[in-house]
């Protein structure tokens, strides 16, 4: 649908995507949806990175490496801003995440029969469109919680009230992953550089470049923080509005094409440096990823500096409080311990497999997915407690003695990513954290950079920050994601190679 300026904010509260004609300041502007950043989805994202193997991405540096990096990272699981674009003549409108840190346009084939990821979202059809280009190359892009693959095409692609001509992009016809089946996205809009692009395939951005569609080599971000808002943002492309922040931008230069990169020159917790980026460190700008990810040792820091504790302790402890009384009265009561997690519903079927196991595996052979991790959470916590509290039974411990052991085995579990919960009734004792870009401090606080969640009576706060190791010398690494640029309005200067940075408006 195509708005004027006057009916965005009607466009808008019906939950359409409002695609505003350049205006009298020749800016083309895109608005967002939002979702809520759930803690739920972030756990998901979470263990979806895990299992995309996040560091191992960063390997290896020459051109086909890079084609991994960024996308080995991300899962879009915890993605909140969503835009629209139209694909071929005449348009077909298509839901989509503008992302900074991928270079490549796909959308679901009609050809995509298969995978259940085609299933719940549109899907482009060539031979319906008039302008639509033959190209038929193979091309495969692998995230971290599943790949996507399928063949180049060419047809006009709408931006705005834009078309871009003959802009080639990938037919998917393979998802290969659960979490593409449940986004709520059709498909991908990559703005990083050429040089990630898988294919060598030229991006959109390039093209309105080239056919002079933008007045300016620029294109910039605006998110909106405010949660009973029903704007989500608003991409700008062609320059900035003058209205999405105060202030002057600090710009610094992209120090690696690919990524938006550039040099981070320290943080801070509270005053305090914490002397990691001595040298200098690496950060990407990434409006794809919601959290903000650095090295272990920093995110070690940060989290004792909150209070931070590990989620998956917390979760492990929060399930022998509900219960755990009643697995150790099921064991005693001579209940099999196979069955005791499907008795207290935590598993779906009866015995050592649970149902849910069962369909995950019908599912995958059926619709060529991947299960996410995490995907039967609950019944798998559930027979680890089973498991510890029978073998504490076989030695004859007391039943206190036995749940001071298990929540001691909860203290040491491992959370695999750095993800930490938080208690919300001290956020306001919680230090201030600072990014310092180009001598200047981009300073977050506690409501900014921790994600409150749940009902208002029994809210969960997480951490914002996660752990991500990158060995040298593409690492260490930041990656900065929407938590940042919601705060810190964005510009992405093409022309000049430079990112800038400012206050963003409210």
């Not at 700008?236 to 600090?250: A, K, L, P, S």
């Not at 929060?318 to 311990?337: F, H, N, R, T």
């Not at 919680?430 to 029994?458: A, C, K």
């Amino acid at each position: 649908m195509s708005c004027n300026y006057l009916l965005g904010a009607l466009c808008v509260l019906v939950w359409t995507c409002s695609l505003v004609p350049a205006s009298s300041d020749d800016l083309v502007r895109i608005g967002l949806k939002k979702r809520p950043l759930e803690v739920h989805n972030v756990k998901a994202a979470q263990m979806a990175r895990l299992q995309g193997r996040y560091s191992n991405s960063f390997d290896s540096t020459p051109h086909e490496a890079s084609d991994v990096d960024v996308l080995s990272l991300k899962n879009y699981m915890d993605a909140q801003y969503y835009g629209e674009i139209s694909i071929g003549t005449p348009p077909k409108k298509f839901t989509v995440i503008f992302d900074t840190g991928s270079s490549n346009l796909w959308i679901p084939s009609s050809k995509c029969i298969f995978s259940m990821g085609c299933l719940f979202h549109h899907k482009y059809r060539h031979r319906k469109s008039s302008s639509y280009q033959a190209i038929g190359d193979p091309c495969k892009l692998n995230y971290g919680s599943g790949s996507v693959a399928g063949f180049l095409s060419q047809d006009n692609v709408g931006v705005g009230n834009l078309v871009v001509k003959n802009q080639v992009f990938m037919e998917v016809t393979r998802e290969k992953s659960l979490s593409f089946a449940f986004a709520k996205f059709d498909g991908i809009v990559g703005l990083g550089f050429q040089e990630i692009a898988a294919g060598d395939v030229i991006p959109v951005w390039y093209n309105m470049v080239e056919q002079a569609l933008v007045r300016d080599s620029v294109f910039s971000f605006w998110l909106n923080r405010d949660p009973e808002a029903k704007q989500g943002g608003e991409i700008v492309f062609g320059g900035v509005d003058q209205r999405h922040f105060t202030g002057q931008h600090t710009f610094v230069p992209v120090t690696q094409k690919g990524y938006w990169q550039f040099q981070l020159d320290d943080f801070f917790i509270g005053e305090n440096s914490t002397g990691f980026c001595d040298d200098g460190c690496a950060a990407i700008v990434d409006s794809g990823t919601s959290l903000l990810a650095g090295p272990t040792g920093v995110i070690a820091e940060i989290n004792h500096a909150i209070g931070a504790e590990g989620i998956v302790s917390h979760e492990c402890k929060s399930m022998v409080a509900e219960y755990g009384a009643l697995i150790w009265d099921l064991l005693v009561s001579g209940i099999k311990p196979s069955q005791v997690c499907s008795t207290v519903a935590l598993c779906a079927g009866i015995g050592t497999e649970s149902e849910s196991d069962k369909i995950e595996m019908v599912v995958e052979e059926e619709f060529d997915v991947e299960a996410p991790a995490g995907f039967d959470v609950l019944c798998t916590a559930c027979k680890m407690l089973v498991m510890w509290i029978q073998n504490q039974l076989r030695r004859q411990q007391t039943k206190d003695s036995v749940f001071n052991y298990v929540n001691e085995l909860c203290e040491r579990l491992p959370s695999p990513m750095g993800e930490s919960v938080v208690d919300c009734s001290l956020m306001s004792t919680l230090p201030d954290v600072s990014f310092m870009i180009g001598n200047t401090n981009f300073t977050l606080t506690p409501d900014q950079y921790i994600i409150r969640s749940g009902e208002r009576h029994s809210p969960v706060c997480l951490s914002g920050f996660i752990a991500l190791d990158v060995p040298p010398p593409r690492g260490p690494i930041w990656i900065l994601g929407d938590v940042f640029m919601g705060v810190y309005h964005t510009v992405f200067d093409y022309g000049n190679l430079q990112l800038g940075f400012a206050e963003a408006s409210q």
